[in-house]
């Protein structure tokens, strides 16, 4: 079955950066767009940046857009989100999420655990 594993979460201060990584499972990869999504507690969930299978083609929501790159290896079946100039509203557990072939990158048809990143100083 398809699986998502997420890693590289952790603790950041304001202007700082982290990278996290998704390591994908179970299902054709290079054929599928990769999206990114978080979850403040208490929130709903936020469509972050998404990906479509060509590696080249990327959307960000507009609360990450300039700070945060996208990017995938489809040799490796990985998905990463570089998280630069990190702000405390970033604050959040971060899924990694697969799009379902023909569908809108915000919606999504599996996702792993997530990774928690906080951002505080």
């Known amino acids: 079955q398809v699986q998502l594993v997420e890693s590289g979460g952790g603790l950041a201060q304001p202007g700082g950066s982290l990278r996290l990584s998704c390591a994908a499972s179970g299902f054709t990869f290079s054929v599928f767009a990769m999206s990114w999504a978080r979850q403040a507690p208490g929130k709903g969930v936020e469509w972050v940046s998404g990906v479509y299978a060509d590696t080249i083609n990327k959307y960000y929501s507009d609360s990450v857009k300039g700070r945060f790159t996208i990017s995938r290896d489809n040799a490796k079946n990985m998905v990463y989100l570089q998280m630069d100039n990190l702000k405390p509203e970033d604050t959040g557990l971060y899924y990694c999420?697969?799009?379902?072939?023909?569908?809108?990158?915000?919606?999504?048809?599996?996702w792993g655990q997530g990774t928690q990143v906080t951002v505080s100083s």
């Open positions: 999420a697969k799009n379902p072939q023909y569908s809108d990158l915000t919606l999504y048809d599996s």
